[in-house]
């Protein structure tokens, strides 16, 4: 891509982003639906306008790294210590039940394999694909809501977090079996080896951070110090410890969430994320999504993807989240909220495709999934949550 065409791509997605924002918030559905459909418009999907491209990958990268953090200086520590045990048996079960019946979706439509077969490696390794949770729509349409502080937000935020770092554990061991290469167990020590260094080295930057805070509070070099954290821990996670880059910048935003200018930070960082970065993240997803390849048998297994990812993780967390006594709203709410998903599922597909696990039919129903999940995931929250508000004013009247 020529450097002045950058400067055209930019002003298309911005305002198609900004158009069919405004669309979605009359026709009382949050933001981020609109900024995915116009990605679908623009992109190779409808008029294409607008193609896929490294530079938009990237941007689209740092968008969702943006929001973790944010969500991160938003997230209540205390609210986390009450509700992480929760959380954590809400992200097992979100792993456990899609990885089981993304497996038996396999069997039931390729036929049932005997075990330590390649057929039957192929069902389980379906299964990991709908195992992680894509936290980022999520996030932003609770943001958008007010909801993220609440005690369902942030079940719903720790959980997913919990929840890749399972799924990644879980992919680790899974590919054990198949490539050479990998080595489960090292992997597995290395995430553990990032959450201790996370607490330990976060609690010291902490205090030195809020020292520096109280000498220099609300200047500029604040968010900017901020920032960099968020991009070195997005870094370090991803490159040196495998795990997502935005748990990272999730950690970042957690170690600063206590200090004093925590809002103000998030105030300046929002600013950049919501006028640059986010709309490329959320258009981005629509860009990438392209259906001349399909046929009638990758729509069917599409289909049946689809529903089996969505309603494993609805069923599998909103049981948890019922059992541990909540309403059946918020149980509705914690479920729908945890079926999103996102880059991380795209990263395991393209996993299998580069080690031959998989076929490119797979690819539909991922970017199917990701594009459904992302529709409906904020339409449903927002009438969730609307309704209960009308239900309590009600009451209130």
């Not at 298309?12 to 924002?21: D, E, P, Q, T, Y």
């Not at 944010?70 to 609210?79: P, R, V, Y």
């Not at 999504?289 to 049946?304: K, L, M, R, Y």
């Amino acid at each position: 891509m020529e450097s002045y065409e950058v400067l055209r791509v930019l002003a298309i997605i911005f305002v198609s982003a900004k158009l069919f924002g405004l669309i979605a918030r009359k026709c009382k559905a949050p933001m981020v639906v609109g900024e995915i459909i116009a990605g679908l418009i623009i992109g190779p999907c409808l008029l294409n306008i607008v193609e896929p491209s490294a530079f938009i990958n990237q941007m689209a990268e740092i968008g969702v790294i943006i929001i973790m953090f944010s969500a991160g200086l938003e997230t209540n520590l205390q609210e986390l210590k009450k509700s992480g045990l929760i959380a954590f048996i809400v992200a097992c079960v979100g792993v456990f039940v899609p990885l089981i019946c993304g497996s038996l979706l396999y069997m039931g439509v390729f036929g049932f394999a005997s075990w330590g077969s390649d057929e039957m490696f192929k069902a389980v390794f379906t299964g990991c694909i709908m195992t992680a949770t894509s936290v980022g729509i999520t996030v932003e349409v609770l943001k958008e809501l007010g909801y993220l502080k609440s005690r369902v937000g942030q079940i719903i935020l720790s959980a997913a977090i919990i929840d890749d770092i399972i799924g990644i554990i879980v992919l680790t061991f899974v590919l054990g079996f198949k490539d050479p290469n990998s080595k489960p167990l090292l992997i597995t020590g290395k995430i553990f080896l990032f959450l201790v260094l996370s607490v330990i080295l976060g609690y010291i930057f902490y205090k030195i951070f809020r020292k520096y805070d109280e000498k220099h509070a609300h200047t500029r070099r604040i968010p900017i110090i901020a920032i960099s954290l968020c991009l070195i821990m997005a870094y370090v996670a991803e490159k040196y410890f495998g795990i997502a880059d935005i748990t990272g910048a999730y950690f970042a935003g957690i170690i600063l969430c206590n200090v004093r200018d925590a809002e103000y930070i998030d105030r300046r960082v929002s600013i950049n994320g919501y006028m640059f970065f986010a709309p490329m993240f959320f258009v981005g997803i629509g860009l990438k999504t392209d259906f001349s390849t399909v046929n009638a048998e990758t729509i069917v297994f599409a289909v049946g993807f689809v529903l089996v990812a969505l309603l494993s993780k609805i069923i599998g967390c909103g049981a948890v989240a019922k059992i541990c006594k909540f309403n059946w709203s918020d149980s509705l709410k914690v479920g729908i909220g945890m079926m999103t998903r996102g880059e991380v599922a795209l990263i395991i597909t393209d996993k299998g495709l580069g080690l031959g696990i998989i076929n490119s039919s797979f690819s539909t129903g991922v970017i199917l999934l990701i594009i459904t999940s992302s529709i409906l995931t904020p339409v449903l929250l927002k009438y969730l949550f609307s309704k209960d508000k009308n239900k309590a004013v009600g009451v209130k009247g």
